[in-house]
């Protein structure tokens, strides 16, 4: 049971443009939601997390977007950089218990020059 | 200050090896999770500890296991190595704090390879 998806498996944007990435989730009883970037032979790498009570939350060049009726959240980098080209993990937790992070399967974003 | 360590790097073992992954934590931190990564998957969470002790278990199977120390470092324990376990290993810490919740930082990882 897959309770966040991302299900986009890769997105190809220009430099200078914007780059949307997409998460849907299942599961009412996430609270907090985050994003992670991750090059290859490295961990996650934090960029930018929301919390249930917002509906957005602006760091920089990156948004998050939390749409809690549809269960979608959305994450806008603007302008996009070569540097952005990564894989893009979506995570979801609960106050409750562990506060383990549900990962989505990530979206593959490239920048183009 | 330092971040999320995680050693070692690489390691191959054989089936039905036992292996030992550390991790320490970033200074001030107080909560250990680590998760498993499969190849074009995202992270499983595999286990958390705070104060020395598990604090919530995924669903994975008791020959993996886990420690920490008193000082925050942590140890995931993988017995009876399976092919399937053949994953990036991910420690994470973060300060858990009392009602609220708190981003996880991660580790390196380390990249098993069982033959």
């Known amino acids: 049971d897959q309770q966040v998806k991302q299900n986009s498996p890769s997105l190809s944007v220009q430099e200078g443009r914007i780059s949307i990435l997409n998460c849907d989730y299942t599961?009412?009883?996430?609270?907090?939601f985050l994003w992670y970037k991750k090059y290859p032979a490295e961990g996650p790498t934090f960029l930018i997390s929301i919390s249930s009570i917002k509906d957005k939350n602006e760091d920089g060049r990156f948004t998050v977007f939390l749409n809690k009726s549809a269960k979608h959240l959305s994450l806008h980098i603007v302008p996009s950089q070569p540097g952005d080209s990564a894989v893009y993990f979506c995570a979801a937790s609960s106050n409750q218990g562990a506060q383990k992070l549900v990962f989505g399967q990530g979206t593959r974003l490239t920048i183009n020059p | 200050e330092t971040g999320v360590t995680q050693s070692p790097t690489h390691l191959i073992k054989t089936r039905g090896q036992q292996v030992t992954l550390r991790c320490s934590s970033q200074?001030?931190?107080?909560?250990v999770s680590w998760y498993q990564q499969a190849l074009g998957q995202g992270p499983q969470f595999i286990f958390q500890?705070?104060?020395?002790?598990?604090?919530g278990r995924g669903n994975f199977p008791p020959r993996f296991s886990g420690l920490q120390f008193p000082n925050y470092s942590s140890e995931l324990n993988v017995n009876a190595l399976e092919l399937d376990d053949s994953a990036l290993y991910l420690c994470a810490s973060s300060l858990r704090r009392a009602g609220l919740t708190d981003t996880q930082y991660f580790g390196p990882g380390t990249r098993l390879t069982v033959l």
């Open positions: 200074s001030g931190h107080n909560t």
């Open positions: 500890y705070y104060r020395e002790e598990e604090n």
């Open positions: 599961n009412s009883m996430f609270d907090y």
